[in-house]
């Protein structure tokens, strides 16, 4: 792949994390256990949606073909999108929300701290905007993760079963391809093995202080990278870009 | 002091525009009216929050979303003052909370309306917040502190909303006629609730007139009516939409227009629970609240164990 296009899909994938991210948090809004916390789940999903816009933005500019942020979100299908599949999976309940909220975080984060010594400067501006915020999440999720799994005998269980179930989608964060490869090569993406190293130290600090056992997930499961996503995401689509579909073309 | 003599000057103060403070004495009435009057007001916030949360995840572009979504974030943070504001006045959240899930306590009708198209997001800002603005506005000047100065920064938001929701509108009536037709349905949907969420007429307000000495209120529900559809008539006609009132003239001689009559029977029958959704949102709030319990009591325990350790050493 030429680097033009392989820098276009590495900003798809994560932008594509971002918005979908963001659309599920959003599902929370004005259904949350708390006032602040929905405060703060709105907030973070805000955050979200910006990071997509920038990233889609930048990304459309690679592309050249005249397409827009709206373009991106609006007009795929689902192969096109290159989320991780841990970002698409369903709330179910507020320890699930937290628990894919955490993973995401604890990898997110270091990716954008890292993405800041990036050879491309514009991918270096999106990350200096973005990672204020982003320390922000990392911190709400590790708290939330304290505090459930230090709580009560009910959420220490639902958050402990919540974590079991979830970390298979945890290891496709780190799933170099030969994107990921040539972008690195080229100074311009992020080492994922040592992101991966980052994250594994602040999980388990974590977990430790949230009296949680770490899973020992045999499988994981990937493939959003490459587009092949689970059941969830058409519905994702379907909601997102209902709009768009029925009155194409317009102005809103 | 005597009670008569406490009650004349509390009223002195509140004539003299000396704001009254949560330590201040007070009337029990007084403190009744507010208490009613604040969590009413912090649980339309919330409740407000549900129909138009219903459309973020279907925005029909990026910067809409976050437009929406920073606008209902902004209506949480609205409750939240509001909510804090009346526990000075000694009662708690759980409490009012508890009032609003079993219908001891009432919110802002108009959020038992549905929305059913992307233009009532745009309808909503603009008429809905707008309509509450003529009231907050009054309410920045309201005797009991607490509630004048939460006033004051909600005030500030809420004029950004209706901006925000007059500019979806705009571009909607200026867009193709899909959108105008969906511009034109909301605004004919919207229109009468908008007006009715000034309340009964003054003849009819039970509590008008002791708000008013007590300058909890300045102005009648009628006056702060007239004002909005007042200003309401020259955004209507800019942007080329038709109003849903035959009746609606300028009246030279009063200076103001004239307009039809409200069906007080609507009004009743949602205030009382026969909206549409009257019991979807409060069933929304109850489903919230109930599976957030293990959620509030984890965050507790583990608050008090964390206070215990940092008491050890
Ligand atoms: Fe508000
Ligand atoms: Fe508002």
Redesign the interface.
């Given at each position: 792949m030429n680097k033009q296009d392989a820098l276009f899909e590495y900003l798809l994938r994560i932008a594509d994390n971002a918005?979908i991210l963001g659309?599920r948090i959003?599902?929370w809004?004005?259904?949350?256990?708390?006032?602040?916390?929905?405060?703060g789940m709105?907030?973070i999903?805000?955050d979200y949606?910006?990071h997509?816009?920038n990233l889609?933005q930048y990304a459309v500019e690679i592309e050249g073909k005249n397409r827009t942020?709206?373009d991106l979100?609006?007009s795929r299908d689902t192969t096109a999108f290159k989320n991780l599949l841990l970002v698409e999976q369903p709330n179910e309940?507020?320890a699930y929300t937290i628990v894919r909220q955490f993973i995401f975080d604890s990898f997110n984060y270091h990716f954008f701290d890292a993405l800041q010594s990036s050879s491309d400067e514009r991918l270096v501006g999106i990350a200096k905007k973005s990672i204020k915020e982003i320390a922000y999440h990392y911190r709400w999720s590790a708290e939330w993760i304290?505090?459930?799994g230090?709580?009560?005998t009910?959420?220490h269980k639902?958050i402990q079963e919540a974590l079991d179930e979830m970390w298979m989608y945890s290891g496709e964060c780190f799933n170099a391809d030969a994107i990921d490869n040539q972008l690195l090569e080229a100074g311009i993406g992020v080492d994922l093995a040592a992101v991966k190293s980052k994250f594994d130290t602040r999980v388990s600090d974590i977990l430790k202080q949230a009296t949680l056992t770490l899973p020992t997930e045999e499988w994981m499961q990937e493939g959003g990278k490459q587009g092949n996503h689970t059941e969830h995401f058409g519905f994702i689509l379907t909601?997102?870009q209902?709009?768009?579909r029925a009155?194409p073309d317009?102005?809103? | 002091m005597d009670d008569v003599k406490k009650l004349e000057a509390f009223q002195a103060k509140i004539d003299a525009e000396i704001k009254i403070e949560p330590k201040d004495w007070m009337p029990d009435g007084y403190r009744k009216t507010l208490i009613r009057q604040i969590s009413q007001h912090a649980h339309s916030e919330i409740v407000g929050m549900l129909p138009e949360g219903n459309w973020i995840t279907r925005a029909p572009s990026l910067k809409r979303k976050m437009g929406l979504l920073a606008k209902v974030q902004d209506e949480a943070g609205h409750g939240l003052y509001l909510y804090s504001a009346a526990e000075t006045l000694g009662t708690s959240r759980d409490e009012m909370f508890d009032q609003l899930h079993t219908g001891k306590a009432k919110y802002s009708s108009i959020f038992n309306y549905p929305t059913v198209s992307w233009a009532d997001i745009g309808a909503i800002g603009w008429l809905v917040d707008g309509a509450a603005i003529m009231n907050q506005v009054m309410l920045t000047r309201a005797s009991y502190g607490p509630y004048a100065r939460a006033m004051v920064r909600i005030c500030k938001e809420e004029s950004f909303h209706q901006r925000q929701g007059y500019e979806i509108m705009m571009v909607l009536a200026k867009g193709t006629p899909e959108q105008k037709q969906m511009a034109q349905d909301s605004l004919n949907r919207f229109w009468w609730p908008s007006l009715m969420m000034f309340g009964p007429s003054d003849a009819e307000s039970k509590h008008s007139a002791q708000s008013m000495a007590w300058k909890i209120k300045r102005k009648s529900n009628d006056e702060l009516r007239q004002a909005f559809v007042d200003a309401s008539i020259a955004q209507i006609e800019y942007l080329g939409l038709e109003l849903p009132d035959p009746e609606l003239k300028w009246n030279e001689e009063r200076g103001h227009y004239d307009f039809g009559a409200i069906d007080w029977n609507e009004f009743w029958k949602v205030v009382k629970g026969g909206g549409v959704c009257n019991k979807s949102r409060i069933k929304a709030r109850k489903k919230a609240w109930a599976e957030g319990e293990w959620v509030r009591e984890a965050a507790m325990a583990h608050a008090e164990k964390r206070a215990e350790r940092a008491a050890k050493n």
């Open positions: 918005l659309h959003s599902e809004c004005g259904h949350g256990p708390t006032l602040e916390t929905d405060i709105t907030n999903a805000l949606i910006g997509a816009r889609y942020e709206d979100a609006y309940d507020f304290i505090r459930l230090d709580g009560t009910e959420s639902k909601e997102l209902w709009m768009q009155y317009m102005e809103w | -």
